[in-house]
């Protein structure tokens, strides 16, 4: 046998289309991508649709969107195509029947004409005796005419591998290295079911020999399964892919595996995201968080934890792949986000942000964009943020705040009152609107006022953009402008005005 290591590298992600594509399976695929990359290989996506009961016709084009978007764009593949097509494995059925067929007839495996309920009584029965459940190899003991008469009752049948019932399988991992299996504790699992439909543990490995797949690099879930997936390659005599079985995403405090169906919590108690549309949708940037997932079971080195997939697959190997489960550390990805989002160039963070505000049912304005990205740059976490901090700036119309909430600490209604009607004042007669002439005429308000800056730039900022959180409060007047700030103003004061004297008619 030859060392696959010498072979052209070609690796592949092979996820089954049964919804949206979780978080721990575009992880598994980063790391095919990465490492078709850095080796100048080629990355193959491959579609295991063999579940006809769960296969989804939706989630075909919601996986390759996340794909995408991600930045991981295949070699071969659905819309894609190349030598070894189809890509999908309802497609190529008869080519899994025909091998299943053959392993038959050497004698590899055999026709199991067991019902479901026998198989359940059998399991039933281990149960009772405190034995490990599993098929009782009861059809692998038929005598070919006993096969040959079932088969001519119409019974349906599936074909089974027949596993060594003595000695040991010894498989190699890149990641894991040698691990010996007893092959007394190993089933005969199915290979092609009823519905002439092939399971994984045939299909892929069918697949990856015909599509010359290099490297299988897939979640360890499957390592309980290596042992005979090892002896079905074994079986057909075929030169062996290098295998590496990837470390699983656990939850943020590392006990039990990222779940859809329970989802961790932060530690505030809010549910995260294990889905990828939710990061997609959620303002996350798919450079952070093909940065963020990288970093999870895979060690950049020179402690670095912010880099671009560029910097990651020029030293991407498997051999800084740690094979210890690894947890998922949400924060690091708030922060992450964060950095990438102010690593961008402004007008791409712009063209982000438009995306983030039309979604929102905003109107956006090119120029006034324009000058609200730098703003919110280096506030951001997520780019949905923005939408809380200056949706402001592009809503049709302007709702004055309730006068309530004009007030600051500290402040009543009448010192509210002044701070409005000397700002009003000062801003009004400035000739220069810059960020900076308004600093300038503003600030020594509070001392004449007795206000601290948070009080009367609370105030403003209230007034001037209806929120307490906004963009910092003089670069937004200057994108507002001088006429519609100073309009905003004294809508405030007039409101706060009317709620005073209301407020002296009912006392």
């Given at each position: 046998m030859t060392d696959s290591a010498a072979r052209p590298v070609r690796t592949r992600f092979a996820p089954s289309p049964t919804g949206s594509l979780h978080i721990g399976g575009l992880r598994t695929a980063l790391f095919n991508w990465l490492f078709a990359r850095h080796h100048g290989g080629q990355f193959i996506l491959r579609i295991e649709d063999t579940d006809q009961n769960r296969f989804d016709p939706t989630a075909l084009t919601t996986l390759?969107?996340?794909?995408?978007?991600?930045?991981?764009?295949?070699?071969?593949?659905?819309?894609?195509?190349?030598?070894?097509?189809?890509?999908?494995?309802?497609?190529?059925l008869a080519g899994y029947q025909q091998q299943a067929q053959w392993l038959v007839d050497e004698g590899k495996a055999y026709k199991c004409f067991c019902s479901s309920e026998r198989l359940k009584q059998v399991n039933e029965a281990k149960t009772a005796k405190g034995e490990p459940s599993g098929y009782d190899r009861f059809c692998r003991h038929l005598t070919p005419v006993e096969v040959a008469e079932r088969e001519?009752?119409?019974q349906k049948y599936v074909i089974r591998f027949k596993m060594p019932?003595?000695?040991?399988?010894?498989?190699?991992?890149?990641?894991?290295?040698?691990?010996?299996?007893?092959?007394?504790?190993?089933?005969?699992?199915?290979l092609l079911k009823s519905d002439g439909f092939p399971t994984y543990h045939l299909a892929h490995v069918l697949d990856d020999h015909a599509m010359q797949i290099s490297h299988v690099m897939r979640a360890v879930e499957w390592f309980p399964s290596f042992p005979l997936h090892w002896q079905i390659w074994e079986a057909?005599?075929?030169?062996?892919?290098?295998?590496?079985?990837?470390?699983?995403?656990?939850?943020?405090?590392?006990?039990g595996k990222m779940s859809k169906r329970n989802p961790p919590k932060d530690k505030f108690g809010n549910i995260i995201p294990v889905m990828v549309h939710d990061y997609m949708r959620g303002g996350y940037l798919p450079e952070a968080m093909d940065n963020f997932l990288t970093n999870i079971g895979w060690n950049f080195g020179d402690e670095r934890e912010f880099f671009s997939m560029a910097e990651a697959i020029e030293r991407f190997d498997l051999t800084r792949i740690n094979p210890a489960n690894s947890a998922f550390?949400?924060?690091?990805?708030?922060?992450?986000?964060?950095?990438?989002?102010?690593?961008?160039p402004m007008d791409e963070l712009a063209t982000r942000l438009r995306d983030v505000f039309e979604t929102a049912g905003l109107t956006v304005r090119d120029e006034v964009l324009r000058q609200v990205a730098p703003l919110l740059q280096i506030r951001l976490k997520r780019l949905t943020d923005a939408v809380a901090i200056a949706g402001f700036f592009f809503r049709d119309e302007f709702t004055p705040p309730p006068p309530e909430h004009l007030i600051q600490k500290k402040m009543?209604?009448?010192?509210?009152?002044?701070?409005?009607?000397?700002?009003?004042?000062?801003?009004?007669?400035?000739?220069?609107?810059?960020?900076?002439?308004?600093?300038?005429?503003?600030?020594?308000?509070?001392?004449?006022?007795s206000l601290s800056n948070g009080q009367l730039f609370g105030v403003l900022r209230v007034a001037v953009t209806g929120q307490q959180v906004s963009t910092p409060l003089f670069e937004t007047m200057e994108v507002l402008g001088q006429a519609e700030s100073v309009a905003?103003?004294?809508?405030?004061?007039e409101s706060l005005r009317d709620s005073i004297e209301k407020s002296v008619t009912n006392s």
């Amino acid at each position: 046998m030859t060392d696959s290591a010498a072979r052209p590298v070609r690796t592949r992600f092979a996820p089954s289309p049964t919804g949206s594509l979780h978080i721990g399976g575009l992880r598994t695929a980063l790391f095919n991508w990465l490492f078709a990359r850095h080796h100048g290989g080629q990355f193959i996506l491959r579609i295991e649709d063999t579940d006809q009961n769960r296969f989804d016709p939706t989630a075909l084009t919601t996986l390759m969107e996340a794909l995408r978007w991600a930045g991981l764009q295949w070699d071969e593949g659905p819309e894609i195509n190349g030598p070894f097509a189809p890509y999908v494995q309802s497609e190529r059925l008869a080519g899994y029947q025909q091998q299943a067929q053959w392993l038959v007839d050497e004698g590899k495996a055999y026709k199991c004409f067991c019902s479901s309920e026998r198989l359940k009584q059998v399991n039933e029965a281990k149960t009772a005796k405190g034995e490990p459940s599993g098929y009782d190899r009861f059809c692998r003991h038929l005598t070919p005419v006993e096969v040959a008469e079932r088969e001519a009752q119409g019974q349906k049948y599936v074909i089974r591998f027949k596993m060594p019932l003595e000695g040991q399988t010894v498989v190699q991992d890149a990641i894991r290295g040698e691990t010996v299996f007893e092959n007394n504790t190993q089933q005969d699992m199915v290979l092609l079911k009823s519905d002439g439909f092939p399971t994984y543990h045939l299909a892929h490995v069918l697949d990856d020999h015909a599509m010359q797949i290099s490297h299988v690099m897939r979640a360890v879930e499957w390592f309980p399964s290596f042992p005979l997936h090892w002896q079905i390659w074994e079986a057909f005599g075929w030169e062996k892919p290098i295998f590496a079985h990837l470390p699983v995403l656990l939850n943020p405090n590392g006990k039990g595996k990222m779940s859809k169906r329970n989802p961790p919590k932060d530690k505030f108690g809010n549910i995260i995201p294990v889905m990828v549309h939710d990061y997609m949708r959620g303002g996350y940037l798919p450079e952070a968080m093909d940065n963020f997932l990288t970093n999870i079971g895979w060690n950049f080195g020179d402690e670095r934890e912010f880099f671009s997939m560029a910097e990651a697959i020029e030293r991407f190997d498997l051999t800084r792949i740690n094979p210890a489960n690894s947890a998922f550390p949400v924060e690091k990805l708030e922060w992450l986000n964060g950095e990438h989002i102010r690593a961008l160039p402004m007008d791409e963070l712009a063209t982000r942000l438009r995306d983030v505000f039309e979604t929102a049912g905003l109107t956006v304005r090119d120029e006034v964009l324009r000058q609200v990205a730098p703003l919110l740059q280096i506030r951001l976490k997520r780019l949905t943020d923005a939408v809380a901090i200056a949706g402001f700036f592009f809503r049709d119309e302007f709702t004055p705040p309730p006068p309530e909430h004009l007030i600051q600490k500290k402040m009543d209604a009448a010192q509210t009152q002044q701070a409005l009607e000397r700002s009003i004042a000062a801003l009004a007669a400035l000739t220069d609107f810059s960020h900076a002439s308004q600093q300038a005429v503003l600030e020594p308000l509070t001392t004449e006022l007795s206000l601290s800056n948070g009080q009367l730039f609370g105030v403003l900022r209230v007034a001037v953009t209806g929120q307490q959180v906004s963009t910092p409060l003089f670069e937004t007047m200057e994108v507002l402008g001088q006429a519609e700030s100073v309009a905003r103003l004294e809508l405030a004061q007039e409101s706060l005005r009317d709620s005073i004297e209301k407020s002296v008619t009912n006392s």
